[in-house]
């Protein structure tokens, strides 16, 4: 979605004409149990001008492509499924959480009032990170970016 009705909050380089009641009406339509089902909610910039004619260093689509179906078969190969139709018990067995990572997710639950639903899909979003970067466990940065991912804070 946008961020705000005209569509520039936060854009540098148009000015928003939207007030901050138009916009938190705006945001207000999503309910949060509708927000909870939302994965990943990130905020993307536009670019520069230029940027796209630029010949950058980017991986190419072939690379994320077989990183992608690496993380999918060994999402099969552990559980049977892919980290998105996890059962919460399959959570709790595939996407377990060292002591750090408890803690930090304590202080998220606390902080930002996450729902059971919310917590369950951090940690499925945190294994999926885990496993494009190939680690066998769940790390305390892999949860730290799931958590970025959500666009709560």
């Not at 979605?1 to 009406?25: E, H, Y």
């Not at 997710?105 to 885990?130: D, V």
């Not at 190939?134 to 709560?152: F, K, N």
Request: glycine share 6%; net charge positive.
């Amino acid at each position: 979605m946008n961020p705000c009705p005209c569509g520039f909050d936060g854009d540098s380089s148009k000015d928003c004409r939207c007030t901050p009641d138009q916009i938190q009406r705006y945001r207000g339509k999503l309910s949060g149990p509708l927000l909870d089902r939302i994965d990943l909610r990130i905020t993307v910039p536009r670019l520069p001008p230029g940027v796209l004619q630029e010949d950058g260093l980017a991986e190419s689509s072939a690379a994320v492509r077989a990183r992608v179906c690496a993380a999918r078969e060994r999402q099969l190969q552990r559980s049977g499924t892919i980290n998105a139709q996890l059962s919460a018990a399959q959570v709790r067995e595939f996407c377990a959480l060292d002591t750090p990572s408890k803690q930090f997710m304590l202080k998220a639950e606390q902080k930002l009032g996450l729902s059971a639903r919310a917590h369950h899909r951090l940690q499925k979003i945190a294994r999926s990170i885990a496993d494009l970067e190939g680690e066998h466990t769940i790390t305390l940065s892999h949860l730290q970016e799931a958590l970025h991912y959500r666009g709560d804070f």
